[in-house]
């Protein structure tokens, strides 16, 4: 039998009749502040669970589904998240530095002042999400940003190579050191030269054209 205790307290919050945490079906289990720390959630059912400021630092919860739960003001430093659906989850506070989320969905997720700073989010689905955080140094390699709210988001050193940031938010991003070859812009346009660059040769502002098809009405077509 697993015992699951408060991080700070030790008091029991679940008790699983198992020796693994594996696949199993802890959705809706309210956990606030548990000390998971480096414990192995892979392809957990955390649906709706309330993780509020838990431990899950170095945690593996590759494969877990955490579509709605509650993670607020977590610790998922160095956590492996790699194809984990958090698609609308609470992360407002989360700490996140150095995690591994290659692959993840977080459609709608809700990361406004979170720490992603050198978090691995290639290939991730972040469309429609509240990115109004810190990603510094972040790997945003072919993710899909599109929609998303990364207003005033600290992208500094950042890789979004082949990322897809069409009709996303950036009022008051911060970019610098960012790496842009092969993005598409909020227009729909694809960086094929560092933006100050092609300004220079033109000895012009760089100018975008708007996409003659906007994605939402493309998807709404397919």
């Known amino acids: 039998m697993l015992e699951i205790r408060h991080k700070k307290t030790r008091a029991v919050l679940a008790r699983i009749d198992d020796d693994s945490f594996v696949g199993k079906k802890l959705a809706g289990a309210r956990l606030r502040g548990a000390d998971l720390a480096r414990a192995n959630l892979s392809s957990a059912d955390l649906v709706n669970a309330d993780l509020r400021e838990a431990d899950l630092q170095n945690a593996n919860l590759s494969g877990a589904t955490l579509n709605g739960a509650y993670l607020e003001g977590a610790n998922l430093v160095h956590a492996d998240l790699s194809g984990a659906n958090l698609t609308d989850a609470h992360l407002h506070h989360a700490e996140l530095q150095d995690a591994v989320l290659a692959g993840a969905v977080l459609r709608y997720a809700q990361l406004r002042e979170a720490i992603l700073i050198d978090a691995d989010l290639t290939g991730a689905d972040l469309s429609m999400s509240d990115l109004r955080c810190d990603l510094h140094n972040a790997k945003l390699v072919r993710a899909d940003l599109r929609a998303a709210d990364m207003s005033g988001a600290n992208l500094r050193g950042a890789d979004l190579q082949e990322a897809n940031l069409t009709g996303a938010k950036l009022a008051g991003t911060q970019f610098i050191g960012a ?23 033109a000895g012009r502002p760089v100018r975008h054209r708007k996409s003659a098809v906007p994605w939402w009405k493309f998807w709404a077509r397919a």
């Open 179 to 201: 790496k842009m070859m092969g993005m598409i812009d909020v227009h729909g346009n694809r960086v094929t030269a560092p933006p100050d660059a092609a300004a220079r040769r």
